[in-house]
Protein backbone atom coordinates (compact mmCIF):
# COMPACT_ATOMS: atom_id res chain seq x y z
CA UNK A 1 0.00 0.00 0.00
CA UNK A 2 0.83 3.68 -0.63
CA UNK A 3 2.78 5.15 2.51
CA UNK A 4 1.53 8.83 2.86
CA UNK A 5 3.80 11.30 3.22
CA UNK A 6 2.95 14.23 5.49
CA UNK A 7 2.82 16.50 2.67
CA UNK A 8 0.02 14.53 1.25
CA UNK A 9 -1.94 14.77 4.42
CA UNK A 10 -4.78 17.12 5.40
CA UNK A 11 -5.67 18.66 8.04
CA UNK A 12 -8.87 21.09 9.34
CA UNK A 13 -8.61 23.14 12.77
CA UNK A 14 -12.01 24.60 13.71
CA UNK A 15 -11.07 27.70 15.91
CA UNK A 16 -8.14 29.91 15.90
CA UNK A 17 -7.51 30.60 19.37
CA UNK A 18 -4.34 30.44 21.05
CA UNK A 19 -4.68 26.00 21.15
CA UNK A 20 -5.66 25.65 17.06
CA UNK A 21 -2.95 28.32 16.09
CA UNK A 22 -0.65 26.18 17.88
CA UNK A 23 -1.83 22.99 17.10
CA UNK A 24 -1.66 24.80 13.39
CA UNK A 25 1.72 25.66 13.39
CA UNK A 26 2.97 22.08 15.22
CA UNK A 27 1.37 20.31 12.08
CA UNK A 28 2.79 23.05 9.88
CA UNK A 29 5.86 22.62 10.85
CA UNK A 30 5.87 18.36 10.81
CA UNK A 31 4.87 18.88 7.08
CA UNK A 32 1.33 18.64 7.06
CA UNK A 33 -1.38 20.73 4.79
CA UNK A 34 -3.30 22.49 7.59
CA UNK A 35 -6.64 25.10 7.14
CA UNK A 36 -8.02 26.80 10.03
CA UNK A 37 -11.99 27.97 9.79
CA UNK A 38 -12.85 30.81 12.39
CA UNK A 39 -16.38 32.41 12.79
CA UNK A 40 -15.04 35.48 13.76
CA UNK A 41 -13.41 38.31 11.89
CA UNK A 42 -10.06 37.77 13.84
CA UNK A 43 -8.06 35.04 15.51
CA UNK A 44 -6.88 35.10 18.73
CA UNK A 45 -10.49 33.50 20.48
CA UNK A 46 -10.36 34.50 24.68
CA UNK A 47 -7.06 36.37 23.96
CA UNK A 48 -8.85 39.29 22.74
CA UNK A 49 -8.32 43.25 22.72
CA UNK A 50 -11.35 45.19 22.10
CA UNK A 51 -10.40 48.46 19.80
CA UNK A 52 -11.50 52.20 18.77
CA UNK A 53 -9.50 55.31 18.12
CA UNK A 54 -9.66 56.57 21.26
CA UNK A 55 -9.16 53.49 23.84
CA UNK A 56 -8.37 50.08 23.76
CA UNK A 57 -9.24 47.06 26.32
CA UNK A 58 -8.04 43.55 26.24
CA UNK A 59 -11.33 42.17 27.38
CA UNK A 60 -10.62 38.24 27.48
CA UNK A 61 -7.82 37.01 29.27
CA UNK A 62 -5.98 39.31 31.17
CA UNK A 63 -2.60 38.06 31.30
CA UNK A 64 -0.77 34.75 31.61
CA UNK A 65 2.17 32.66 32.95
CA UNK A 66 4.43 30.30 31.86
CA UNK A 67 5.65 27.30 34.01
CA UNK A 68 6.42 24.60 31.12
CA UNK A 69 10.03 24.51 29.86
CA UNK A 70 8.04 23.92 26.34
CA UNK A 71 6.14 26.93 26.77
CA UNK A 72 8.52 29.35 28.44
CA UNK A 73 11.07 28.78 25.23
CA UNK A 74 7.44 29.60 23.04
CA UNK A 75 7.02 32.57 25.20
CA UNK A 76 10.74 33.28 25.07
CA UNK A 77 10.22 33.79 21.39
CA UNK A 78 6.95 35.46 21.29
CA UNK A 79 9.33 38.41 24.15
CA UNK A 80 12.48 38.01 21.44
CA UNK A 81 9.74 39.11 18.55
CA UNK A 82 8.29 41.91 21.16
CA UNK A 83 4.58 40.52 20.82
CA UNK A 84 4.23 39.89 24.29
CA UNK A 85 6.27 41.33 27.36
CA UNK A 86 5.77 41.11 31.38
CA UNK A 87 3.86 42.67 33.19
CA UNK A 88 4.53 44.15 36.34
CA UNK A 89 1.06 45.54 37.99
CA UNK A 90 0.77 46.76 41.26
CA UNK A 91 -1.68 44.16 42.43
CA UNK A 92 -3.98 43.97 45.25
CA UNK A 93 -6.52 41.55 46.59
CA UNK A 94 -10.21 42.40 47.75
CA UNK A 95 -11.08 39.82 50.46
CA UNK A 96 -13.51 39.68 53.50
CA UNK A 97 -14.46 43.25 53.34
CA UNK A 98 -10.21 44.66 53.29
CA UNK A 99 -8.07 45.36 50.70
CA UNK A 100 -4.64 44.14 50.54
CA UNK A 101 -1.39 44.23 48.75
CA UNK A 102 -1.29 41.01 46.80
CA UNK A 103 1.73 38.36 48.16
CA UNK A 104 2.11 36.65 44.50
CA UNK A 105 5.54 36.99 43.19
CA UNK A 106 4.63 35.25 39.84
CA UNK A 107 5.70 36.46 36.71
CA UNK A 108 2.71 37.82 34.51
CA UNK A 109 2.89 38.39 30.71
CA UNK A 110 0.31 40.44 28.08
CA UNK A 111 0.66 40.71 24.85
CA UNK A 112 2.60 43.44 23.16
CA UNK A 113 0.90 45.99 22.43
CA UNK A 114 -2.27 43.90 22.46
CA UNK A 115 -3.23 40.93 24.11
CA UNK A 116 -4.37 39.32 20.44
CA UNK A 117 -0.59 40.29 19.25
CA UNK A 118 0.25 36.94 19.86
CA UNK A 119 -2.29 35.23 18.13
CA UNK A 120 -2.24 37.43 15.18
CA UNK A 121 1.87 36.46 15.35
CA UNK A 122 0.95 32.48 15.20
CA UNK A 123 -1.41 33.21 12.42
CA UNK A 124 1.02 34.74 10.06
CA UNK A 125 2.28 31.92 7.73
CA UNK A 126 -1.24 30.05 8.27
CA UNK A 127 -4.30 29.81 6.14
CA UNK A 128 -6.89 30.47 7.95
CA UNK A 129 -10.37 31.67 7.01
CA UNK A 130 -12.43 33.78 9.12
CA UNK A 131 -16.21 34.40 9.58
CA UNK A 132 -16.70 30.75 8.54
CA UNK A 133 -19.08 28.99 11.49
CA UNK A 134 -18.44 25.65 10.99
CA UNK A 135 -21.82 24.01 12.17
CA UNK A 136 -21.55 20.89 10.71
CA UNK A 137 -19.26 17.80 10.06
CA UNK A 138 -19.17 14.10 8.69
CA UNK A 139 -16.96 11.47 8.14
CA UNK A 140 -17.55 9.46 4.94
CA UNK A 141 -14.88 6.93 3.44
CA UNK A 142 -12.48 8.21 5.70
CA UNK A 143 -12.53 11.67 4.86
CA UNK A 144 -13.72 14.80 6.88
CA UNK A 145 -16.50 17.11 4.93
CA UNK A 146 -17.43 20.46 6.89
CA UNK A 147 -20.21 22.71 6.05
CA UNK A 148 -20.21 26.48 6.81
CA UNK A 149 -22.95 28.53 8.13
CA UNK A 150 -22.10 31.49 5.71
CA UNK A 151 -20.93 29.48 2.61
CA UNK A 152 -22.41 25.94 2.86
CA UNK A 153 -20.31 22.60 1.88
CA UNK A 154 -16.52 23.23 2.03
CA UNK A 155 -15.04 21.97 -0.84
CA UNK A 156 -12.12 20.12 0.25
CA UNK A 157 -12.15 17.54 2.24
CA UNK A 158 -9.83 16.60 5.19
CA UNK A 159 -7.86 13.29 6.97
CA UNK A 160 -8.02 14.95 10.20
CA UNK A 161 -10.04 16.85 11.73
CA UNK A 162 -9.05 19.46 15.53
CA UNK A 163 -11.55 20.99 17.34
CA UNK A 164 -10.13 23.64 19.13
CA UNK A 165 -13.19 25.12 20.17
CA UNK A 166 -14.99 25.42 24.08
CA UNK A 167 -16.31 22.36 24.92
CA UNK A 168 -19.93 23.03 24.73
CA UNK A 169 -19.07 24.11 21.07
CA UNK A 170 -17.14 20.96 20.33
CA UNK A 171 -20.25 18.71 21.74
CA UNK A 172 -22.56 20.67 19.11
CA UNK A 173 -20.62 19.61 16.04
CA UNK A 174 -19.60 16.15 17.38
CA UNK A 175 -21.85 14.23 19.46
CA UNK A 176 -23.53 12.30 17.25
CA UNK A 177 -19.90 10.99 15.91
CA UNK A 178 -17.83 10.71 19.33
CA UNK A 179 -20.47 9.97 21.66
CA UNK A 180 -17.96 9.65 24.81
CA UNK A 181 -17.16 13.51 24.08
CA UNK A 182 -20.36 14.25 26.41
CA UNK A 183 -18.85 13.27 29.13
CA UNK A 184 -15.34 14.95 29.19
CA UNK A 185 -17.68 18.14 28.84
CA UNK A 186 -19.91 17.84 31.21
CA UNK A 187 -17.20 17.23 33.49
CA UNK A 188 -15.73 21.02 32.13
CA UNK A 189 -19.00 22.72 33.61
CA UNK A 190 -17.71 25.89 31.47
CA UNK A 191 -18.92 29.44 32.95
CA UNK A 192 -20.03 32.30 31.22
CA UNK A 193 -18.49 36.01 31.54
CA UNK A 194 -20.11 39.16 31.65
CA UNK A 195 -17.28 41.76 31.26
CA UNK A 196 -17.45 45.65 31.16
CA UNK A 197 -14.65 47.65 29.53
CA UNK A 198 -15.14 51.80 30.96
CA UNK A 199 -13.37 54.61 29.42
CA UNK A 200 -12.96 57.43 31.86
CA UNK A 201 -13.00 60.89 31.05
CA UNK A 202 -10.59 61.48 33.77
CA UNK A 203 -7.71 59.45 35.79
CA UNK A 204 -8.32 57.87 38.54
CA UNK A 205 -6.44 57.67 41.57
CA UNK A 206 -6.97 54.03 42.42
CA UNK A 207 -4.35 52.59 44.41
CA UNK A 208 -3.69 49.29 42.23
CA UNK A 209 -3.39 48.54 38.80
CA UNK A 210 -5.68 45.25 38.58
CA UNK A 211 -7.19 43.44 41.82
CA UNK A 212 -9.01 39.79 42.40
CA UNK A 213 -12.21 40.71 44.00
CA UNK A 214 -13.45 37.78 46.67
CA UNK A 215 -17.09 37.25 47.09
CA UNK A 216 -18.42 39.79 45.06
CA UNK A 217 -20.27 40.54 41.92
CA UNK A 218 -17.26 40.93 40.37
CA UNK A 219 -14.03 38.95 40.58
CA UNK A 220 -11.33 41.70 38.72
CA UNK A 221 -10.42 45.44 38.04
CA UNK A 222 -7.80 46.13 35.17
CA UNK A 223 -6.46 49.32 34.38
CA UNK A 224 -5.46 48.41 31.06
CA UNK A 225 -3.18 51.59 30.33
CA UNK A 226 -0.91 49.87 32.82
CA UNK A 227 0.07 47.18 30.56
CA UNK A 228 2.99 47.75 27.94
CA UNK A 229 2.69 49.90 25.38
CA UNK A 230 -1.25 50.44 25.98
CA UNK A 231 -2.04 54.09 24.54
CA UNK A 232 -5.43 55.50 24.46
CA UNK A 233 -7.92 56.96 27.16
CA UNK A 234 -7.64 55.53 30.29
CA UNK A 235 -9.66 52.23 30.35
CA UNK A 236 -10.50 49.92 33.23
CA UNK A 237 -11.99 46.12 32.29
CA UNK A 238 -13.91 44.65 34.91
CA UNK A 239 -14.64 40.98 34.89
CA UNK A 240 -18.27 39.77 36.79
CA UNK A 241 -17.48 36.31 38.84
CA UNK A 242 -17.90 33.06 37.30
CA UNK A 243 -20.96 31.65 39.09
CA UNK A 244 -22.65 35.34 38.92
CA UNK A 245 -22.28 35.44 34.99
CA UNK A 246 -23.76 31.92 34.87
CA UNK A 247 -26.68 32.31 37.11
CA UNK A 248 -27.38 35.62 34.28
CA UNK A 249 -26.11 34.97 31.41
CA UNK A 250 -29.38 35.54 29.66
CA UNK A 251 -29.73 38.70 31.14
CA UNK A 252 -30.54 41.84 29.64
CA UNK A 253 -26.66 43.27 28.71
CA UNK A 254 -27.30 46.80 30.43
CA UNK A 255 -29.05 45.37 33.34
CA UNK A 256 -25.89 43.03 33.63
CA UNK A 257 -23.76 46.27 33.37
CA UNK A 258 -25.09 48.37 35.84
CA UNK A 259 -25.05 45.78 38.64
CA UNK A 260 -21.45 44.77 37.49
CA UNK A 261 -20.92 49.05 37.74
CA UNK A 262 -22.32 49.42 41.44
CA UNK A 263 -20.25 46.87 42.64
CA UNK A 264 -17.34 48.53 41.38
CA UNK A 265 -18.21 52.03 42.63
CA UNK A 266 -18.39 50.34 46.12
CA UNK A 267 -15.14 49.16 45.39
CA UNK A 268 -13.99 52.48 44.71
CA UNK A 269 -13.94 52.73 40.93
CA UNK A 270 -16.64 55.14 39.91
CA UNK A 271 -17.78 54.92 36.45
CA UNK A 272 -20.95 57.30 36.28
CA UNK A 273 -19.24 59.26 34.26
CA UNK A 274 -17.38 56.90 32.11
CA UNK A 275 -17.73 55.55 28.30
CA UNK A 276 -19.16 51.78 28.98
CA UNK A 277 -18.33 48.90 26.27
CA UNK A 278 -19.97 45.43 27.18
CA UNK A 279 -19.35 42.05 26.38
CA UNK A 280 -20.48 38.55 27.41
CA UNK A 281 -18.33 35.49 27.24
CA UNK A 282 -20.87 32.81 27.09
CA UNK A 283 -17.79 30.06 27.43
CA UNK A 284 -15.32 31.97 29.83
CA UNK A 285 -14.00 29.37 32.55
CA UNK A 286 -13.98 25.91 33.72
CA UNK A 287 -11.78 22.74 32.77
CA UNK A 288 -11.67 19.13 32.75
CA UNK A 289 -8.39 17.68 32.57
CA UNK A 290 -7.46 15.35 30.79
CA UNK A 291 -4.12 13.41 30.68
CA UNK A 292 -2.13 14.16 28.92
CA UNK A 293 -4.19 17.26 28.18
CA UNK A 294 -6.08 16.70 24.81
CA UNK A 295 -8.47 14.33 23.26
CA UNK A 296 -8.01 11.93 20.56
CA UNK A 297 -10.13 9.54 18.84
CA UNK A 298 -7.08 7.49 16.34
CA UNK A 299 -9.75 5.60 14.31
CA UNK A 300 -12.16 8.58 13.44
CA UNK A 301 -8.61 10.72 12.85
CA UNK A 302 -10.55 13.35 15.38
CA UNK A 303 -8.90 15.48 17.74
CA UNK A 304 -9.73 18.07 20.45
CA UNK A 305 -7.88 20.92 21.97
CA UNK A 306 -8.11 23.98 24.22
CA UNK A 307 -7.81 24.94 27.89
CA UNK A 308 -10.61 23.54 28.93
CA UNK A 309 -8.52 20.54 28.36
CA UNK A 310 -5.36 21.28 29.92
CA UNK A 311 -6.13 23.53 33.72
CA UNK A 312 -7.94 26.67 32.07
CA UNK A 313 -4.97 28.99 31.37
CA UNK A 314 -3.43 30.45 28.23
CA UNK A 315 -0.45 28.34 28.91
CA UNK A 316 -2.66 25.14 28.84
CA UNK A 317 -4.32 25.80 25.77
CA UNK A 318 -1.38 26.54 23.86
CA UNK A 319 0.30 23.38 25.16
CA UNK A 320 -2.70 21.16 24.23
CA UNK A 321 -2.47 22.07 20.90
CA UNK A 322 1.27 21.57 20.50
CA UNK A 323 0.73 17.81 22.80
CA UNK A 324 -1.89 17.11 20.27
CA UNK A 325 -0.06 17.83 16.79
CA UNK A 326 2.71 15.29 18.08
CA UNK A 327 0.24 12.87 19.00
CA UNK A 328 -1.35 12.68 15.11
CA UNK A 329 2.07 12.66 14.12
CA UNK A 330 2.82 9.55 16.12
CA UNK A 331 -0.46 8.00 15.47
CA UNK A 332 0.07 9.16 11.61
CA UNK A 333 3.04 7.12 11.76
CA UNK A 334 2.13 3.98 13.47
CA UNK A 335 -0.65 3.82 10.43
CA UNK A 336 2.24 4.62 7.88
CA UNK A 337 4.00 1.78 8.98
CA UNK A 338 1.10 -0.94 9.25
CA UNK A 339 0.02 0.22 5.69
CA UNK A 340 3.32 -0.92 4.60
CA UNK A 341 3.81 -4.03 5.70
Known sequence: MHEQNCSEISVAIIGAGISGLSCANRLKALGYQVSIYEKSRGVSGRMSTRSTADWNADHGAQYFTARDPLFINELEQWIKDDVAAIWEPRLQVFKAGQWHDSASKENRYVGNPAMNTPGQYLAKKLVVELNQTIHHVAHD?????????????????????????????????????????????????????????????????????????????????????????RAGIETWTI???????????????????????????????????????????????????????????????????????????????????????????????????????
Open 239 to 341: HANPLWSQAWVERDKDEAAKEILDCAKRLGLNCDAAKISIHRWRYASGHADLIPGFRLCEDLKLGYCGDWLNGGRVEGAWLSGHHLASQIQKTQHQTNLSSSL
Open 141 to 229: QGKWLLHSQEHGAIQKQFDWLVLALPAPQALAITQSIDRPIEDVVKRANMQACWTVMATLTEKTNMPFDAAFINNEVISWLSRNNSKPN
